[in-house]
């Protein structure tokens, strides 16, 4: 379930995010967490024809970002400073789903940590990060 009006309705997508094909599912901004759904395209794939790694680790990356966004309200964002990747088993084309949690916020850095699942819920990449808490305020914003 998304928190009343979504924060993320406030700021345009970012072309990486369509890329990605991101797609909200579910905030928790209590909690600060989040579930977000991708497109792995076949375009994604690597020669064995499953998603090639850097772009798990893209979607990993933009799962944990927001939970910084969803926390605080959208007053701040995240930009990564260090993110870690452990691949379990190969992601195909197709919907993948990725559950991101905020573990601890600070005042300027902010650890982070989640998973992304096949369309079966199998586990296929986990990622810790910790990121730089940037003020929103100078970003630009959604006008409809």
Do not use: H
């Not at 926390?71 to 400073?81: E, L, P, Q, R, V």
């Not at 910790?130 to 409809?144: E, H, M, N, Q, Y």
Request: aromatic share 6%.
């Amino acid at each position: 379930m998304i928190d009343g009006s979504s924060v993320f309705d406030r700021f345009p997508k970012p072309p990486c995010a369509e890329t990605l094909g991101w797609e909200l599912i579910a905030t928790d901004g209590a909690n600060g967490t989040v579930r977000i759904a991708f497109d792995a395209k076949p375009a994604f794939c690597n020669p064995g024809g499953n998603v090639q790694g850097g772009f798990v680790a893209a979607m990993l990356d933009d799962t944990l970002g927001p939970t910084v966004l969803v926390k605080t309200d959208g007053a701040t964002y995240c930009a990564t400073i260090d993110l870690s990747v452990r691949f379990l088993a190969p992601a195909r084309p197709g919907r993948l789903i990725g559950d991101g949690r905020l573990v601890q916020l600070g005042k300027t850095i902010a650890f982070l940590e989640g998973e992304l699942r096949d369309g079966d819920g199998r586990i296929v990449a986990t990622a810790t990060a910790s990121a730089r808490v940037v003020p929103t305020k100078g970003l630009p914003r959604r006008i409809d």
